[in-house]
């Protein structure tokens, strides 16, 4: 186990933003993985386990503790379950199932993130959520230990859990899925991909920045209509293509992307007396 120390945050995740973190490890075994919560622990510093980083913001302070990366990628099928790491790669997971002649993942196909990010957040697309395939996991609770818990426990809502508001670390999840046709699971495959690549745009971004607060009112709308597609504060710009994807147009710090949710938040309250929510996690410094 190797940590760093001063290590720079503003490298990982999508919108590269973010200070030194105090400790930094990259874990890249699920052991590894224990050992740094173990150290941080015995040490009483705060932690904090990200994968990919495409749904976080880091502070412009860093974090005052010890960050996780999390780079585990064991991967398994039996029988029709997956059995993967919490560092997994969705696209990794959604190619192993289409090589076992799995088919219930195809929809995550382009889904940016790791498993413990799904597992977390209750990713979802084109319909399918994490609730609906997750069958169960192990985590790690604090002060509790490691527990094996079913899908149940994680509360699931729309990008809602139980991890939310009782912060526990993935270590591994198990997904359950069907038996079907390589072809017509590359053929989904493939639809997505191309479904996803029309409607999203591309750059420095962490996807969807604000829940949807209605399926009939999607946040990307009301932002639209509240007349700011395409507004640009400082360095950061609302995609003129999905008013609810934010960008980094480079240089961009943690104290503008929470200047321009402020200011849309303010917007689309004035116009619609709705108080958008935030879907991407802001990092504490501690
Ligand atoms: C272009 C783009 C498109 C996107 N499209 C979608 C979409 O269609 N649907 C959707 O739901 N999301 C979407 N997202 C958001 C993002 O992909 C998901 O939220 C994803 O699940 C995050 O995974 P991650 O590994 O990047 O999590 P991170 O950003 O690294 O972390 C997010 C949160 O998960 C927690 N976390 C991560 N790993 C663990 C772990 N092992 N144990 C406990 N907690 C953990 C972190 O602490 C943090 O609070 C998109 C993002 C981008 C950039």
């Known amino acids: 186990m190797e940590i760093l120390e001063n290590h720079l945050l ?6 590269q933003i973010g200070g ?3 400790y930094f490890l990259e ?9 740094g919560l173990k150290w941080a622990e015995e040490k009483n510093l705060p932690y904090f386990v990200f994968g990919m980083g495409s749904n976080l913001l880091f502070d412009d302070a860093g974090f005052r503790g010890l960050v996780i ?7 398994e099928v039996k029988g029709e379950e997956i059995h993967a790491d919490a560092g997994v790669l969705a696209a990794v997971l ?5 090589k076992a002649e799995l088919t219930g993942l195809e929809e995550w196909n382009g889904l940016p993130g790791t498993v413990g990010g799904a597992v977390f957040g209750n990713a979802g697309c084109f319909g399918v959520e994490a609730k609906d395939v997750l069958k169960s996991a192990e985590i790690f609770v604090p002060g509790e230990g490691i527990k094996n818990v079913d899908v149940d426990y994680f509360e699931y809502g729309y990008r809602e859990s139980k991890l939310k508001r009782e912060p526990a670390v993935v270590l591994r999840a198990v997904f ?3 038996k079907g046709e390589t072809s017509e699971i590359l053929v989904k495959m493939n639809q997505i991909l191309k479904d996803r690549a029309g409607k999203q745009p591309a750059g420095l971004t962490t996807g969807s920045f604000f829940k949807n607060p209605s399926p009939e009112k999607p946040a990307g709308m009301l932002i639209d209509q509240a007349g700011l597609k395409g507004h640009a504060l400082g360095a950061m710009q609302i995609s003129d293509q999905h008013a ?3 960008f980094n147009r480079g240089g961009a710090t943690a104290a503008d992307v929470r200047g321009i949710c402020e200011f849309v938040q303010e917007k689309v309250e004035e116009k619609f007396g709705i108080k958008l929510e935030p879907e991407l996690i802001f990092v504490p410094v501690q």
């Not at 959604?94 to 289409?98: F, G, I, P, R």
Request: proline share 0%.
């Open 10 to 15: 503003g490298q990982y995740g999508t919108f």
């Open 20 to 22: 030194l973190a105090d």
């Open 27 to 35: 874990a890249k075994s699920v052991e590894e993985l224990k050992d």
């Open 69 to 75: 990366r999390v780079k585990t990628s064991e991967v």
């Open 94 to 98: 959604v190619m192993e199932a289409a």
């Open 176 to 178: 359950g899925l069907k």
């Open 244 to 246: 609810n994807f934010f």
